[in-house]
């Protein structure tokens, strides 16, 4: 059986698209066979696995209206993950599926025509919740909620979660809200930890551990179109190896997911 995760949160910058990458590169070196979906006409996912959108042929765009199947838009990666890619054209896709009935199921459905060929499949949302998003929210079993640990992080997170409270009413009761995952994380402040435990009283949502560190391997690694996972060992790597073994053993177990404790 796949499992369908969806990275989400309308506000930009707060590394949806790192961890997407990340995390699906780490899945990946535990052996899981890993697609990951860009769901953003910006294509930052794309680029940062190493395909320039600008050149790229058929994308998701056309198999969200219908012009190509989901399979023949898949692209190699470096990374030994799959890569469902997007371009500019996706910026239209949202208007082109507001004309159509079952708009939100879209990408639910392209996906149900892959036959379990992947273990996970994870979802980079656009920083909007728009139709795009909804499509990345119905497809999923759970979707995780990137925060970067920065004040005012949690403006917006009672909208995106009331957006996932609707979307298991109406388009995809099974939905589970996996948690939210601390970016950007400076572990010498209290700051980040301060942001954390806001957000944890906030909101019934467990955040979940390892939080990610800041630092300056992510924006190198994505300007040379790898992942932190492909370079000499850090910290930021070793974050997401962590977080994918215990979602493996979440997964394939039912084990519990650790939470953060902003007072360890
Ligand atoms: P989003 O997809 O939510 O807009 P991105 O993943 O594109 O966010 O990340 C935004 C910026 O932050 C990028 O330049 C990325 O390289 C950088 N970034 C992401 N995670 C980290 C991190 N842990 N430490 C430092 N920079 C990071
Ligand atoms: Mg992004």
């Not at 599926?97 to 149900?112: I, Q, S, T, V, Y």
């Amino acid at each position: 059986m796949t499992t369908v995760l969806a990275v989400a949160n309308q506000k930009g910058g707060v590394a949806k698209t790192t961890t997407v990458a990340s995390l699906g590169a780490a899945l990946a070196g535990l052996g899981r066979k890993v697609l990951v979906v860009d769901l953003d006409p910006q294509g930052c996912l794309t680029f940062s696995l190493g395909h320039n959108p600008d050149r790229v042929e058929s994308s998701v765009h056309e198999v969200l209206t219908g012009e190509a199947a989901l399979r023949e838009v898949i692209l190699d990666t470096e990374e030994g993950i799959s890569l469902v890619p997007a371009t500019i054209d996706l910026a239209g896709a949202e208007a082109m599926l507001l004309m159509r009935p079952g708009r939100e199921f879209a990408l639910k459905r392209a996906l149900a025509t892959l036959d379990n060929d992947y273990d996970i499949v994870l979802i980079d949302c656009p920083p909007s919740l728009g139709v795009l998003t909804l499509n990345g929210l119905t497809a999923a079993d759970s979707v995780l909620v990137p925060l970067q640990c920065e004040t005012l992080a949690h403006r917006g997170v009672g909208q995106l979660l009331r957006t996932v409270g609707e979307v298991q009413q109406i388009t995809n009761p099974d939905l589970r809200l996996l948690g939210a995952l601390p970016t950007l994380y400076d572990a010498r402040t209290t700051h980040s930890r301060d942001v954390i435990s806001d957000v944890a009283d906030r909101y019934e949502m467990p955040v979940l551990a390892p939080p990610i560190p800041r630092t300056v391997r992510f924006a190198e690694a994505s300007a040379s179109g790898a992942t932190v996972l492909a370079g000499r060992r850090n910290k930021g790597a070793l974050a997401y190896r962590e977080l994918a073994e215990q979602l493996v053993a979440h997964w394939d177990t039912g084990a519990d997911l650790v939470t953060f404790s902003p007072t360890a």
